[in-house]
Every structure is written in C-alpha cells, then in structure tokens.
C-alpha cells in the first residue's frame, strides 16, 4: 500500500466527473459538521482584496473565513450546500464555467476543495471575464496527510480518493499563471465516529448504495475500535496539508485585458 502519487484526480470522461460531482448535491449539513476549515496562511493570500466570490463554495467553510476580511460573495451548483454558505453571504446556485456574475466585477475569486471539479479551460475563461485587471484566483486544498502508514490506510478505508501527492500543481489554463504557492501541515482533533462522519461526506460513499455505505462504515469501525484500540471518545489526531496557489493573469493577457 502506498501513497498517491497522481497529480490531479482521475476521471475516466467528462461525464464520470460530473456524476461524481453531483454526489454533493445532498448531505450539505453532515458535510459541514465534519469537514474542517482552512489555515489562516490560505486566507491571507487574498489580502488586500475588496470583493471576492468564493466558487463552489459548498456550506461556507472558506466563505466564514473570508467574510472576516472582505466583502465576500458565494456560489455552488448545489441548491442545498449554498443555503447554508448563505449565512456568510450573498449566495446563489451556479458553476465555475457559468457564475452569472457581471463583467469584472470582482478583486479575486477563490476555489476551495473545487477545482478538480470543473472543466479547467471553461473556468479560467469565466474567471478572465469576472476579475478585474490586477486580480487574482485562489485555489485550496485540505487534504488528509497519508506519509503515516496508519493514516493511509485509514484513507484507503474511506475511499478518500482525492488524496494528491506531496507537491502537486492544478491544471490552469491561460490567460492564468501560477504565481505563488503556499504548503503548510496541520492537524484535526476528531472522535472516532466524527471521523465515520467525514467518510460519510466523502463522494465514494455518497454514490455508494446503503450496503456498500455499511460495509465502509464497518471497515471503519473494526479500524478504529478493535484494530487501533481507540473508544468512541478518544481524540485522534488526523494530520492535513493544505496546497494552496494564486493564480495571475500573464503579461500579455494584462495587456489586452479588460479596460
């Protein structure tokens, strides 16, 4: 059993992707009870922005962080997700490729725990055409630290597929550069059943038929109780990355730009 060494996640067509995706269309309150935030070194990225939307922004966990700093606004394809990041801000039900924002009318755009999501040419376009000339775009990943051998099988147990290797970059696609990166490590304190909790946000076990969802459950449980020792009340400590980049326009798409 090793770690992932992908770059980015598979998908076998468009369409598998899609149908992945749309597994977040329910679940939005177990999501946002066992999905954790982001470091303050992601949100510190964007200082100095006046207006930013937060793209897929599921139940809000990025959308909370930055409406502390800035004037935030919220969308998710997600008709349930973006009820809840509606107590954060302003939010309505759209994609990366079709935000129905107007023509630069934002400072930065964020995409959190999303971008694997979208198709990447489409997205960059609509992002050229909401974020003023001098903006930016954020792109954030909480991702579970497999380098502990318990930890990666823990993570094979809960079909956490989105697990990216060690110094991966995202797709983009112009008029968008890479800029900056920052890689930072913290840890979660979770409860064996809150840890259950975050497998059941995963998309593997989302689409998965109830048995399938009971035999990840049980897995899980025999992991964490008899195999690990752990009670229901123990604290375990989980250990994440957080891969974030800002994305700028390159010299000569500023140039031509809009005005």
């Not at 959190?112 to 974020?131: F, G, M, Y």
Request: charged share 20%; glycine share 6%; with cysteine.
């Amino acid at each position: 059993m090793y770690p992932s060494r992908a770059q980015r996640p598979r998908f076998r067509d468009t369409e598998q992707r899609l149908a992945l995706a749309r597994a977040f269309r329910t679940g939005a309150s177990e999501y946002h009870d066992a999905r954790p935030s982001y470091p303050p070194e992601v949100t510190g990225l964007l200082s100095g922005a006046g207006t930013v939307v937060d793209i897929g922004a599921g139940t809000g966990k990025l959308t909370a962080a930055l409406a502390r700093r800035h004037a935030v606004l919220a969308l998710d394809p997600s008709a349930e997700m973006i009820r809840l990041a509606a107590r954060y801000a302003p939010a309505w039900q759209a994609t990366a490729e079709h935000t129905g924002l107007a023509d630069a009318s934002v400072d930065a755009a964020a995409c959190a725990q999303t971008w694997h999501w979208v198709n990447v040419p489409l997205a960059c376009a609509e992002l050229d055409r909401i974020v003023r000339p001098g903006g930016v775009v954020l792109l954030a990943w909480n991702t579970i630290d497999v380098s502990d051998p318990w930890v990666l099988r823990l993570t094979r147990i809960m079909h956490a597929g989105d697990v990216l290797r060690p110094g991966f970059l995202p797709e983009i696609a112009a008029p968008w550069a890479l800029t900056r990166e920052v890689r930072t490590a913290w840890t979660d304190a979770l409860t064996p059943p809150e840890i259950i909790a975050l497998a059941r946000t995963r998309s593997y076990w989302l689409r998965s038929p109830q048995r399938v969802r009971r035999r990840v459950e049980e897995n899980l449980e025999w992991y964490l109780y008899e195999h690990s020792g752990y009670r229901p009340d123990s604290v375990v400590a989980l250990p994440y990355r957080c891969d974030a980049f800002v994305l700028s326009r390159t010299r000569t798409a500023m140039r031509t730009g809009l005005p």
